[in-house]
């Protein structure tokens, strides 16, 4: 996952030029042009890795920018979270004793970089070389606080009215209980049988009212970054990017390691184990509901979506072709696996 970093600025010109250098160097931008919107930003709980914070802000947008706006922001970007490295940009002289010293009487930024940036060679701090400690920092941070991690144990999403939790550590409460948690409740009830199903972006979008599957796309991978650090935070657990939901060409479902309420997690993968009368595994059937919403599959994709062997694939496949529920379109590699349409 990328390094997230929040810039507050209200020059939409900088803003961009920000987010153009870095992206150059690997980093994700989020922005905003006044204290509202900043505020609006930390309160969602994205996992921000550090904010590039302007003084001179508005209160809100049209409004006249105040460096008392700034310095009241910073300090409650201190109490937000205590250890997020806050890098002040100014175009003030940064060694400035009284600018640091108003600086320290409000909250604690870690670095100061001189408007309009310095470009390489300089003499002075770089864009890049400020965001790079200041990630460093962040790094560090998580590191030292938590020492000792356990490996992901899966186990059992609990869902309540106001959140959602895994063992005992609230991955989604009312400050995000919107499109992320209606997103979790479509996929918790997306099953067959104890084997999640998976649902495209697209229909996710549709149904919990995003303009875009792009939209659910960003949400979800905010929501795995936080998720990954509030399990290593509080419950000393190493969560894999994929380990509360997973993506994939099919689109997206809960991990393989989070069980239905009722069932035990078995330390095998379940999806080879007969779900229903008709002796066909979690795994086939989702393959079949692919070809029957008209998708041609190539083994090569089933092995990346699924995670299995070529083998297996073959098994597979082997089995719905016997059924006559599936035939291979095409030769070779160029070919694909189609569903076999009922004689009228």
């Known amino acids: ?12 010109l900088l803003l961009a030029n920000v987010a153009r250098r870095l992206d150059l160097i690997g980093h994700a931008v989020q922005t ?15 996992a921000f890795d550090y904010v590039l914070l302007d003084l001179e802000l508005p209160i809100a947008n049209g409004q006249l920018p105040d460096k008392q706006h700034g310095l009241n922001l910073l300090g409650h970007i201190n109490d937000v979270d205590q250890h997020l490295p806050v890098v002040v940009m100014t175009a003030h002289d940064h060694d400035s004793s009284d600018l640091s010293a108003e600086v320290m009487r409000h909250g604690r930024a870690v670095d100061y970089l001189r408007k309009p940036f310095p470009t ?18 962040r790094r560090e941070h998580h590191q030292k606080a938590q020492p000792q991690t356990r490996p992901f144990p899966g186990g059992q999403l609990d869902f309540h009215p106001d959140r959602v939790e895994f063992h005992g550590v ?28 998976w649902m495209t972006g697209s229909d996710l979008a549709d149904k919990v009212g995003a303009a875009e599957a792009g939209s659910v796309a960003s949400a979800i991978a905010a929501f795995r970054k936080r998720v990954c650090l509030l399990l290593l935070e509080q419950g000393r657990i190493a969560c894999p990017a994929d380990g509360i939901i997973r993506s994939s060409r099919s689109g997206y479902a809960l991990g393989t390691q989070i069980t239905p309420a009722g ?22 059937r989702q393959i079949l509901d692919r070809l029957r919403a008209g998708e041609r599959l190539r083994n090569r994709s089933m092995q990346e979506d699924f995670g299995i062997s070529e083998r297996t694939v073959k098994r597979d496949m082997g089995e719905l072709r016997s059924r006559g529920l599936a035939r291979y379109d095409g030769a070779g590699n160029q070919g694909a696996w189609v569903l076999v349409t009922p004689a009228p």
């Open 1 to 12: 996952m990328k390094p997230l970093a929040l810039a507050i600025d209200d020059d939409q």
């Open 32 to 46: 905003a042009g006044s204290v509202e919107e900043a505020r609006i930003s930390l309160r969602c709980g994205t």
């Open 120 to 137: 390489p060679p300089s003499r002075h701090q770089t864009l890049e070389s400020a965001v790079r400690q200041a990630y460093q920092r």
């Open 170 to 197: 609230v991955l989604c409460g009312d400050e995000d209980s919107g499109m992320m948690r209606r997103i979790l409740d479509l996929l918790y009830r997306h099953r067959g049988g104890n084997q999640w199903l």
């Open 263 to 284: 069932v035990t997690a078995s330390p095998e993968p379940c999806e080879d184990s007969p779900i229903d009368g008709d002796g066909l595994t979690g795994r086939q």
